[in-house]
């Protein structure tokens, strides 16, 4: 493969048959989306939110972008913001690993910390001050732009119909931290075929299922709000994972499979298991492994 530009790799990622050994003969399959040139699922939207701003002309050679993020956006924006020289800034509560933020200054981008008791809302409103400060700023805004659940539209769910080659899809099983991801491929899922499953997964902690919002190790996924795009999905579930179970299935999967994956990944399969021991005979659960764990040494992703 000959390439002039390392974002010529984003998207087209491998969809595995984990080949798991379920009693009903259910099938599970995962998007390996650690397979981007940054690392993760993010290089989508990085590269479609810049690209989105630079046609609608509200980016333009002087702008600098700046974004609330808890990482790994960052780092697929500044991927993107630099193919076309923008200054960028990414709004971190410090929690996040130290790997992400490594990588999203060793891109060019420049980061402000927020404190980890304010959440993701925190850094959401340190954005917005600081857009109002910095001239020709510009937010992508994740949380709330249509660009960013249109980018699974247009790309990661036709890849999974491709990837399938016509085999039924029974469930859709995604985490949500903005909730793009989980609203774009549902959208063009049920699209495609009105019977398939939406699974909506979180971590304990997270206010889906109603419960009070706490912290959690699961990072990526996890919401403080119930995201805007949930509003023209079908949810038929919401799962609930604890930190305990996500990191059960990162390290199994590690020693079983040979696979790297991160805790937002950990908790997909742990709710695409649960799952499949409740659904029919022969079913198929499709779902989307986000990162690697190669970005959470740092935190001690292997050590019980
Ligand atoms: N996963 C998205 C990001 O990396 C949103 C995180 S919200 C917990 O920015």
Same mark, same amino acid.
């Given at each position: 493969m000959f390439i002039?530009? %390392?974002?010529?790799?984003? =998207?087209?990622?491998?969809? %595995?048959?984990?080949?798991?050994? %379920?009693?009903?003969?259910s099938r599970i399959f995962a998007k390996l989306e650690m397979f981007n040139p940054g690392g993760s699922i993010k290089d989508r939207l990085g590269q479609f939110l810049i690209n989105d701003g630079?046609?609608?002309? +509200?980016?333009?050679?002087?702008? +600098?972008? &700046?974004e609330p993020t808890a990482g790994n956006t960052g780092i697929g924006l500044a991927l993107a913001a630099q193919q076309h020289h923008l200054r960028t800034i990414l709004v971190v509560p410090e929690k996040f690993s130290y790997e992400k933020q490594q990588l999203m200054q060793a891109l060019g981008a420049e980061i402000v910390n927020t404190p980890s008791s304010a959440g993701i809302k925190g850094a959401i409103a340190k954005a917005k001050a600081l857009a109002a400060e910095i001239e020709h700023s510009y937010v992508p805004m994740q949380f709330a732009n249509p660009a960013n659940p249109e980018t699974y539209y247009q790309t990661l769910a036709p890849e999974l119909i491709q990837d399938l080659n016509g085999e039924k899809i029974t469930a859709f099983v995604a985490g949500a931290g903005s909730g793009g991801t989980f609203s774009g491929v549902a959208k063009y899922l049920n699209a495609y075929d009105a019977t398939i499953q939406n699974i909506v997964v979180e971590p304990e902690g997270s206010i889906l299922n109603g419960g009070p919002a706490h912290g959690h190790r699961t990072e990526g996924i996890g919401v403080e709000f119930v995201p805007p795009f949930f509003e023209d999905v079908r949810i038929d579930r919401t799962m609930t994972?604890? $930190?305990? $179970? #996500?990191?059960?299935? +990162?390290? $199994? +999967? #590690? #020693?079983?499979? =040979?696979?790297? &994956? =991160?805790?937002?990944? =950990?908790?997909?399969?742990?709710?695409?298991?649960?799952? #499949?021991?409740?659904?029919?005979e022969n079913s198929h659960i499709v779902t989307i492994f986000p990162d690697s764990s190669e970005r959470y040494m740092s935190d001690k992703i292997y050590e019980k």
């Open positions: 002039k530009s %390392i974002t010529e790799l984003i =998207g087209q990622t491998p969809l %595995i048959d984990l080949q798991l050994d %379920i009693p009903n003969h630079i046609a609608r002309h +509200v980016i333009t050679a002087e702008t +600098v972008i &700046i994972i604890s $930190d305990e $179970d #996500a990191f059960h299935q +990162v390290r $199994d +999967v #590690a #020693a079983r499979l =040979g696979l790297f &994956i =991160g805790s937002s990944s =950990g908790a997909a399969l742990a709710a695409s298991l649960k799952l #499949a021991k409740t659904l029919p």
